[in-house]
C-alpha cells in the first residue's frame, strides 16, 4: 500500500495511476467532500485512461481507502506528498507524516517547485525524502522529472525507482533546485505567453498556435497552463521569484486576476480557454 496526500487534481490523478497498476492506496485529505469528489473521479479517469490505452485493461486493480485520518497511513510503504503548492503546508504534512510512518520509508514530494532538501529540513529523517515531479495527468504522462536532494539516501532513490517501475512510468533523475528542470524552464515561458496577450500582442490561441506550428509542441503554453491548473501555476512562478529573486517569475497581473476571479483552467471549466463545465 502507498499513502497519497492531497485529494486535488494531481492527488486523485496519481492515486488512479497506482490502483490502475494494482497497487493499493489509502488517500488522505482534510476534506470528506474533497475525498468523496475523488473517489468518484478515480473511478472515471480509470475508465478513460483504459480506454485511451494508457493504462493495463485487464488485471488487478488496487483498493483505494480514502480517509481524513493521517494516522491510516502508519503502515505505507512509501507516502507521495500532493497538497497544494504551499512551502508552510507542504512542511507541516510532511513533519507530521515522517513522524508516523516506520525509518525508511520513502517520503516523496511532488513538488513543482519547491527545493527538495527545503522540504527534507522538517521531517525526522531527511536521507527518505526524494522528489517526483509527476505531469498532469499522471496516468496518461509516462514520464517523471525525479528530483535527488543533497540529502537523498541511497536507499530512497532505489525505492524512488522500485514505485515508479510498479506504475509503469519512466523517470529522470536531476538535480535539487527552484523549479528543477520542467518549472524552471516552462513556468517562465507560461507567464511570458501571459504577459503577451496581457499586452494585446497575440491571443491564446495564437500564442499557443505558434508554438505547435513552429516548434512542434503538442500543446501550447497556455492550454499547458489550463491543464496544470492557473492557480498551481501562480503558486509556483510565486515559489521560483522568492528562491532566485528574478522578476521575470513574478506572477504576471492577467494571471492573477484569472486566479483572483477562480478561472484555474480546465479544473473549473474556464482559464485561457472555455473548456465546458468542471473537469474533475
Not at 62 to 69: I, S, Y
Not at 117 to 137: C, I, K, T, W, Y
Not at 204 to 229: K, M, S, W
Amino acid at each position: 500500500m502507498i499513502a497519497v496526500l492531497g485529494a486535488g487534481v494531481m492527488g486523485t490523478g496519481i492515486a488512479t495511476l497506482a490502483i490502475g497498476h494494482g497497487v493499493d492506496v489509502t488517500l488522505v485529505d482534510v476534506d470528506d467532500d474533497k475525498l468523496a469528489a475523488a473517489r468518484a473521479a478515480v473511478k472515471q479517469q480509470l475508465r478513460g485512461a483504459k480506454i485511451m490505452g494508457t493504462m493495463p485493461k485487464s488485471g488487478p486493480v488496487g483498493e483505494l481507502v480514502c480517509t481524513t485520518d493521517l494516522s491510516g497511513v502508519a503502515t505505507a510503504e512509501a507516502v507521495v506528498e500532493a497538497v497544494t503548492e504551499l512551502a508552510d503546508l507542504k512542511a507541516k504534512v510532511l513533519a507530521e507524516v515522517s513522524s508516523i510512518v516506520a525509518p525508511g520509508t520513502l517520503l516523496l514530494t511532488n513538488t513543482s517547485a519547491i527545493p527538495v532538501d527545503e522540504l527534507a529540513s522538517v521531517v525526522q529523517r531527511p536521507e527518505d525524502v526524494a522528489g517526483a515531479h509527476f505531469m498532469n495527468p499522471p496516468y496518461v504522462i509516462r514520464m517523471v522529472e525525479v528530483i535527488r536532494g543533497p540529502r537523498t539516501s541511497d536507499a530512497a532513490m532505489d525505492s524512488v525507482r522500485t514505485l515508479l517501475g510498479k506504475l509503469d512510468r519512466d523517470l529522470i533523475v536531476v538535480g535539487d533546485g527552484p523549479g528543477f528542470v520542467i518549472n524552471r524552464v516552462l513556468q517562465r515561458v507560461i507567464n511570458e505567453s501571459a504577459r503577451i496577450v496581457e499586452e494585446g500582442l497575440a491571443t491564446p490561441q495564437d500564442v499557443d498556435a505558434l508554438f505547435e506550428g513552429c516548434l512542434g509542441h503538442r500543446t501550447g503554453p497556455l492550454a499547458t497552463a489550463d491543464l496544470i491548473g492557473l492557480d498551481n501555476v501562480a503558486d509556483s512562478l510565486r515559489v521560483l521569484h522568492e528562491r532566485t529573486g528574478d522578476q521575470g517569475y513574478a506572477p504576471c497581473d492577467l494571471l492573477l486576476a484569472k486566479v483572483r476571479d477562480g478561472e484555474f483552467g480546465r479544473k473549473t471549466g474556464k482559464g485561457f480557454y472555455e473548456h465546458g463545465g468542471v473537469w474533475a
